[in-house]
């Protein structure tokens, strides 16, 4: 052993002490319970238990796969207890149609909740009216009959298929949509006006003046005129004198068309809406819907207007073609669709279709046939739903997570009843600048729609439009002014288009921020938020508000690249965090509504991509989502009493009762 230069003496002591503390350590494992034995090993002797220090391959096998086979059990239940109302249903094994079930059959595919589900009545009237027009032709009146489709809706509750491929919402590219049109021949209904009384086919009358020839001799001589109009007035004030000698049509044959009643109709009564009270509940849920056939007719038709597809469609008729073979309902069929989100998109789509027939002798109403969706993506039949009692009119669960936008329900809406879609697009181009289309709809909101019926080529023009959101209603009236453009005025006369939009960046962006008081997220001061932001991504386009004049396009300090522009009236549009100020864009310059002034970004005092947007009116800061705008424009003052009477016709229309035979619910 080296000593490292050390005496030997304490060499020795070292060792004497190292080999005392190796016993006393040794000492205390032994009394813990730790031995000093051998390694493990592998050999054991086979068939039997191992021994000591022996170790088994199988035993070790075994146990590792058993705990891996009940953790994937566990996890498996697990799923399913959490996951399961996601899932399809699985339909009912059995093959053929129940008449009557045990008590342990009854099925519930409506999710659980601790609070009862709302319900709301759901109008869908789709009416042709008839009606005499007359066009002024030259020195002609041509007088023929005019039929017009009038739809009175309440708006979608949930999205299905039937609008899935909808534009994406942008209330900037709305903008051409909504520009007045000018047109040199215009249909007889651009500004419809009525005829008192009903004409068939087509009367054409000319105005000329009477021949003095043809002047009628007098029958009566003055003197006798005169004994006449005495004897009257006397008669007429004489106490218990004869009735005046006077023509006056019986009541009801004359009505001033200007006098209607221009509510809308279509609202849900009794509703109520609860939500959760839990945040976690924000994915689609399941709802129920009652749809009623009065008239009868092909299942398709409805199932269509009701999540059903041209994919979807074909399965649930296999399936029920052993039930009701020709899928033609009878008058007044009940429907009872159950709807559940997709695993593959936003939307609603049927999970089960129950079929009711009416007995037209009691007016029992009995179930006829239940088909179901499985985990297979297929239809099957099976067992039908718990009895409820069907109410008189169409309803719907209302579940608050399967509202969909204002923007989404018009559009699912107008599809429901046919609307072309090119109408739909100018319907929400004119309240997009009054209404905030990205918030939800609300139980009862409704729609009322007036255009010509569809010509050769299949489509007609729209003449009248009216929404109403949460007791509030919007009309807006289809009116030719003297200079030949068409446009669409509320009834005080002004457009729907604001001059200046609440949104101006393509596809509308997500509100990341609204007006008022908040903590600032890089300074953590209490301070005003003195516009609104909208998130976007990283170069999209920044439109201008309104036609206006640069006042300032450049780096100003926490705003980063920015650019204001000075409107009429004393109002100011500002627009900040931009990644790039669009070419060639100065101070001075006039630019127009919809122009591209710059790019989504996020200089200056940012935390991410998103426009910073202001409107100020005489230098204070407004909130750009809620304050009120001025009109685009208004109607001169010579279209007035015109306008008026356009009004009162399409009122008239709107009030006047559907041409027999011709009245379809939409469903």
């Known amino acids: 052993m080296r000593s490292f230069g050390l005496p030997d003496a ?20 032994h009394l813990s319970g730790w031995s000093d034995e051998p390694a493990l090993t592998l050999k054991s002797t086979e068939g039997d238990h191992p021994h000591g220090r022996e170790l088994s391959i199988g035993w070790l096998a075994g146990t590792v796969m058993t705990g891996l086979t009940s953790v994937l059990l566990m996890g498996a ?10 899932t399809f249903s699985t ?13 342990d059959l009854l099925l519930d595919m409506g999710l659980k909740s601790d609070r009862v589900r709302p319900v709301a009545q759901t109008k869908s009237d789709y009416e042709l009216v008839d009606a005499s027009v007359r066009e002024l032709t030259g020195d002609r009146s041509i007088i023929r009959k005019q039929s017009f489709v009038r739809i009175r809706a309440t708006l979608a509750t949930a999205a299905t298929a039937l609008a899935a491929n909808v534009p994406n919402y942008d209330p900037v590219a709305l903008l051409e949509t909504e520009m007045p049109s000018q047109t040199a021949q215009l249909s007889v209904a651009t500004n419809p006006e009525l005829y008192g009384t009903s004409v068939d086919g ?19 001589t003055d003197a006798q005129a005169a004994r006449f109009v005495t004897e009257t007035v006397e008669n007429l004030y004489a106490e218990g004198g004869a009735s005046a000698s006077a023509y006056a049509p019986s009541p009801g044959d004359v009505r001033d068309l200007g006098i209607v009643n221009a509510g809308i109709s279509g609202i849900a009564e009794n509703v109520t809406v609860l939500a959760k009270t839990s945040a976690r509940e924000t994915r689609l849920g399941r709802s129920e819907r009652i749809v009623t056939m009065r008239e009868g007719g092909p299942l ?8 059903f597809d041209q994919r979807s469609y074909p399965m649930l008729v296999a399936s029920l073609s052993n039930v009701i073979p020709a899928a033609v309902m009878p008058p007044n069929s009940r429907l009872r669709i159950l709807m559940g989100p997709s695993r593959r998109a936003d939307t609603l789509i049927p999970y089960r279709l129950s079929i009711y027939f009416s007995d037209d002798a009691t007016g029992a109403i009995r179930h006829a046939a239940t088909a179901a969706l499985t985990d297979r993506g297929n239809y099957v039949l099976g067992a039908a739903p718990p009895d409820i009692t069907f109410p008189k009119e169409d309803t719907e669960e209302v579940n608050v997570n399967n509202l969909p936008t204002i923007y989404r329900a018009i559009w699912e809406t107008a599809r429901k009843h046919d609307v072309d879609d090119a109408i739909t697009q100018r319907i929400i181009a004119m309240f997009a600048y009054d209404v905030e289309l990205s ?51 509320d009834p005080d006369g002004e457009t729907g288009k604001r001059f200046l939009t609440r949104r101006p960046v393509k596809g509308g962006g997500r509100i990341a921020s609204r007006f008022g008081y908040r903590v600032h997220p890089i300074f953590k001061t209490r301070k005003l938020h003195t516009g609104a932001d909208f998130a976007a991504p990283l170069g999209t386009p920044i439109y201008a508000a309104g036609d206006g004049v640069v006042d300032r396009a450049q780096w100003v300090s926490g705003y980063g690249k920015y650019v204001e522009l000075n409107h009429v009236n004393s109002f100011k549009t500002a627009y900040a965090h931009m990644s790039r100020i669009a070419d060639g864009l100065k101070p001075g310059m006039m630019v127009r509504q919809g122009q591209v002034i710059g790019y989504v970004g996020s200089t200056g005092n940012s935390t991410g991509n998103h426009l910073h947007y202001e409107i100020r009116v005489n230098g204070r800061p407004v909130d750009p989502l809620s304050v009120k705008l001025p009109r685009d424009k208004a109607l001169a003052a010579q279209d007035q009493t015109s306008f008026a009477q356009t009004v009162a016709q399409i009122r008239e229309l709107m009030q006047r009762s559907a041409t027999p035979g011709l009245v379809v619910a939409a469903q």
């Open 202 to 220: 087509e009367v054409s009358i000319k105005a000329s003046p009477l021949p003095s020839t043809l002047v009628p001799a007098a029958s009566i």
């Open 77 to 86: 239940a697990l799923y399913v207890s959490f996951e399961g109302q996601d």
């Open 91 to 103: 339909a009912y094994e059995a093959l053929q149609l129940l008449t009557t079930r045990p008590s």
């Open 10 to 29: 304490k060499v020795a002591a070292f060792v004497r002490h190292s080999g005392t503390t190796r016993k006393i350590n040794v000492n205390a494992l």
């Open 439 to 489: 918030k939800r709809v609300a139980p009862g909101d409704s729609i009322e729609i007036l255009e010509t019926a569809p010509d050769g080529s299949g489509r007609g023009d729209l003449l009248y439009a009216a929404l109403s959101l949460g007791g509030v209603s919007r009309e807006l009236y289809r009116y030719r002014s003297n200079d030949g453009s068409v446009d669409f005025y």
């Open 300 to 307: 398709k038709d409805v199932l269509l207007k009701n999540g």
